[in-house]
Nanobody
Framework: QVQLVESGGGLVQSGGSLKLSCTAS????????MAWYRQPPGKQRELVAR???????NYGDSVKGRFTISSDWAAKSVYLQMNDLKPEDTATYYC??????????????????WGKGTLVTVSS
């Protein structure tokens, strides 16, 4: 069973830092991209940061200069270093992967997968 498992969330004071991790399990994968989304309480889910297999990254405007996404494809993992956290960063953070599954030496079509989320709370 393919799973994305996030870790690293928690409670932090304004101005603090956290690092989120997400690891894919349940098979061999070929990654096209991985990303972090977040959903603040009562609001819609939004893109935080994305990285593709070539290492190109893009960020949501509200986190540029504060957050950094990185990946370790061999470890099937993506990370989000969050610095200078603000109360408005409080949200559930979800890992996302656009990838294909490799079975018997053949790759499936690309599919999207989501983790269950990890809560980040920033106190003022």
């Amino acid at each position: 069973q393919v799973q994305l498992v996030e870790s690293g969330g928690g409670l932090v004071q304004s101005g603090g830092s956290l690092k989120l991790s997400c690891t894919a399990s349940g098979g061999l994968f070929s990654f096209y991209s991985m990303a972090w989304y977040r959903q603040p309480p009562g609001k819609q889910r939004e893109l935080v940061a994305r990285i593709n297999s070539g290492g190109l990254t893009n960020y949501g405007d509200s986190v540029k200069g504060r957050f950094t996404i990185s990946s370790d494809w061999a470890a099937k993992s993506v990370y989000l270093q969050m610095n200078d956290l603000k109360p408005e960063d409080t949200a559930t953070y979800y890992c996302f992967a656009d990838m294909s599954i490799i079975r018997g030496g053949q790759a499936s079509g690309a599919m999207n997968y989501w983790g269950k989320g990890t809560l980040v709370t920033v106190s003022s």
